[in-house]
């Protein structure tokens, strides 16, 4: 990306954090213009200028981005559940959550970035409006319907296993960092296992910005901060969940673990993104409410936060609205203007299928992913954290059959996986955990 669209993205994300950005976007109008000779040297001043911008005295939210601040600054809440499950029961539970996350990410690859009214429009001229099966493929695309690239492997009929997505290959990869580092793994180990075992090319906005910057000498967590003006997108929400199935019944933990891998690529908003997923699957395990399960998640971050507020004030309007859908317009009245792939926007989108899903796998994915926008992510979270509450017996056979207990992936060593045997793996882990933590 040019360093100007960096700078505008940086520009963008400083003011969402409440700064007052109109100086620096003057001087960059002015430069644009000018096309001084000079260009480079200007164009880093005001990076150094962005950096140096605080909230305004206005600014109401306080989002720290350290593990004790983040504490300090949690309302009340349940950090610890008595273990209710046997062996069986949590392994059934375990292998519920890697399949629903399978069948919500698929389901919603095909239409990842599109916003809701395109994806109503391509399902209504498929006869397939609402969303209860996976998406079928309309043979010739209608015009401005073009399905993306993942397509062919994620359409009805033809899913052959799950197939390759970023989003499972942090799942494996998170496994992975546990078994080699252990549960007191930090950020630099999970950045060694980023650089042995994922492509650059195939990791993405924020989460390319701190490959980059590993490359290039720095240290998390100064990798999520310089110069990534994604630092607040959904790329640490989507590397959660093993961090919440390997901690049963411990929200706290699960928060932990997920903070120190959210701290190598994102800050704030962004942490307590991958934090809050990890929380609630963790709560899934002992809870089956939703709002209930919503509600510990809330409690490990910050409560004065944007993302906080934002899921508070969905949970409220959830209780006035009786569909997802006029519930999804309230919530747009407010988080309208953020990125299709910011944190924000795509965790409320996650909380509308699991408040309108009446505890289904189905309809809580189909309503996730019918929400638009990073419909792979948001329905691979969607469907973890319900089948983590449900487990794997009680899923229906239609969602789970086409996987084949297959998943594949693009990490060097992981290419292809039964999803029982990663389900095997991480019980392992989190009985380990559970027993010295109780």
Request: proline share 5%; charged share 25%.
């Amino acid at each position: 990306m040019s360093q100007e669209r960096l700078l505008a993205s940086e520009i963008y994300q400083r003011r969402e954090e409440g700064c007052d950005v109109s100086g620096v976007e003057r001087r960059l109008a002015s430069i644009l213009e000018d096309r001084e000779d000079n260009w480079d040297g200007n164009l880093s001043s005001l990076w150094t200028d962005l950096e140096r911008l605080t909230p305004e005295p206005g600014f109401k939210y306080h989002e720290p981005s350290d593990i004790e601040s983040i504490r300090m600054s949690r309302p009340e809440g349940k950090r610890k559940f008595d273990h209710s499950l046997s062996a069986d029961e949590y392994y059934d539970r375990v292998y519920g959550a890697w399949l629903g996350r399978c069948v919500g990410c698929v389901l919603g690859k095909p239409v990842e970035g599109w916003p809701r009214d395109r994806i109503e429009g391509y399902l209504r001229l498929s006869g397939s409006y609402p969303l209860d099966d996976y998406i079928p493929e309309i043979v010739t695309a209608p015009e401005g319907y073009t399905l993306h690239p993942s397509y062919p492997e994620s359409m009805r009929g033809t899913i052959n296993g799950m197939p390759r997505d970023d989003d499972l290959d942090y799942t494996i990869l998170g496994l992975h960092v546990l078994e080699e580092h252990g549960f007191g793994f930090t950020a630099a180990d999970v950045a060694s296992e980023w650089l042995t075992h994922l492509p650059y090319n195939l990791v993405y906005t924020a989460e390319r910005v701190a490959y980059k910057n590993l490359i290039n000498g720095l240290k998390p967590t100064e990798t999520a901060t310089y110069q990534n003006p994604y630092r607040e997108w959904i790329g640490a929400q989507i590397r959660a969940d093993i961090f919440g199935y390997v901690a049963p019944g411990l929200p706290e933990a699960a928060a932990e673990f997920a903070f120190r891998d959210a701290s190598l690529s994102h800050v704030k908003n962004g942490i307590y993104g991958e934090m809050i997923v990890a929380a609630m699957i963790s709560a899934a395990f002992e809870l089956d409410d939703v709002k209930e399960i919503i509600n510990v998640g809330l409690g490990e971050i910050p409560e004065n936060s944007r993302l906080a507020e934002a899921v508070r004030n969905l949970v409220q309007w959830s209780r006035e609205y009786p569909d997802w859908g006029s519930c999804w317009d309230r919530a747009m009245e407010d988080y309208d203007d953020l990125s299709w792939v910011h944190t924000i926007n795509n965790t409320l989108f996650i909380l509308l299928g699991l408040l309108y899903g009446e505890g289904d796998l189905g309809k809580t994915v189909s309503i996730s992913v019918m929400c638009g926008h990073d419909t792979d992510c948001t329905g691979a979270s969607a469907g973890s954290i319900i089948g983590t509450m449900l487990g794997a017996k009680a899923l229906e056979a239609m969602w789970v059959e086409p996987l084949q207990d297959r998943v594949q992936s693009i990490l060097a060593g992981f290419s292809e996986s039964k999803i029982s045997e990663l389900a095997r793996k991480t019980v392992v882990l989190g009985e380990t955990f559970r027993a010295t933590h109780s």
